[in-house]
T-cell receptor, first 117, second 112 residues
Framework: DTEVTQTPKHLVMGMTNKKSLKCEQHMGHRAMYWYKQKAKKPPELMFV???????INESVPSRFSPECPNSSLLNLHLHALQPEDSALYLC????????????????FGEGSRLTVL | GDSVTQMEGPVTLSEEAFLTINCTYTATGYPSLFWYVQYPGEGLQLLLKATKADDKGSNKGFEATYRKETTSFHLEKGSVQVSDSAVYFCALFLYNFNKFYFGSGTKLNVKP
């Protein structure tokens, strides 16, 4: 069983809707990530939070808005999306983005499959 | 630049066949290396890892050895099962730069 939980598993939304994806982990990890994965492609990094602060934004359009309310939770707020934003959105966590004990292992959730109509 | 290259798929094998999926990397520094597996409709699961040269990662019959001299981390399994059908991603992590890189993925189809 994955220790990173994502909700919802499936989401269908129109281009004018506002929705959110949620991610939760209870492993004490201090780095959390959002990835976007299109079919038959590897995951693409979107955002990284380290110690609840946004540390990396890979030039993601502002219609995607991340939020890290506390060290266990990560949200991705969606507004005015386009059909090409349809994809599997993966949340991941790691021990510490910059800690000396960090071997870089990412723990992934099962993803939220988003369809934008 | 830093990157991971894996063999193109799909790879189609019969059950009990031997599997090799090639992975090579380019990295400034000394990366940790990983194989992740993604079953249909699911997220990525860590299959195995190696954090330094000559380490061998192993799990569920899969193995990979960190070869610094050939900058490779090839995935092997002696006898595949239908349940091994999935997409396999090779990946590296560069601690000094806090960067994580995925290969393009290799789809494995195992037929009964």
């Amino acid at each position: 069983d994955t220790e990173v939980t994502q909700t919802p598993k499936h989401l269908v939304m129109g281009m004018t809707n506002k929705k959110s994806l949620k991610c939760e982990q209870h492993m004490g990890h201090r780095a959390m990530y959002w990835y976007k994965q299109k079919a038959k492609k590897p995951p693409e990094l979107m955002f990284v939070y380290s110690y609840e602060k946004l540390s990396i934004n890979e030039s993601v359009p502002s219609r995607f808005s991340p939020e890290c309310p506390n060290s266990s939770l990560l949200n991705l707020h969606l507004h005015a999306l386009q059909p090409e934003d349809s994809a599997l959105y993966l949340c991941a966590s790691s021990q510490d983005q910059a800690g000396t004990a960090n071997t870089g292992e990412l723990f992934f959730g099962e993803g939220s499959r988003l369809t934008v109509l | 630049g830093d990157s991971v290259t894996q063999m193109e798929g799909p790879v189609t094998l019969s059950e009990e066949a031997f599997l090799t999926i090639n992975c090579t990397y380019t990295a400034t520094g000394y990366p940790s290396l990983f194989w992740y597996v993604q079953y249909p409709g699911e997220g990525l699961q860590l299959l195995l890892k190696a954090t330094k040269a000559d380490d061998k990662g192993s799990n569920k019959g899969f193995e990979a050895t960190y070869r610094k001299e050939t900058t490779s981390f090839h995935l092997e399994k002696g006898s595949v099962q239908v349940s091994d059908s999935a997409v396999y991603f090779c990946a590296l992590f560069l601690y000094n730069f806090n960067k994580f890189y995925f290969g393009s993925g290799t789809k494995l189809n195992v037929k009964p």
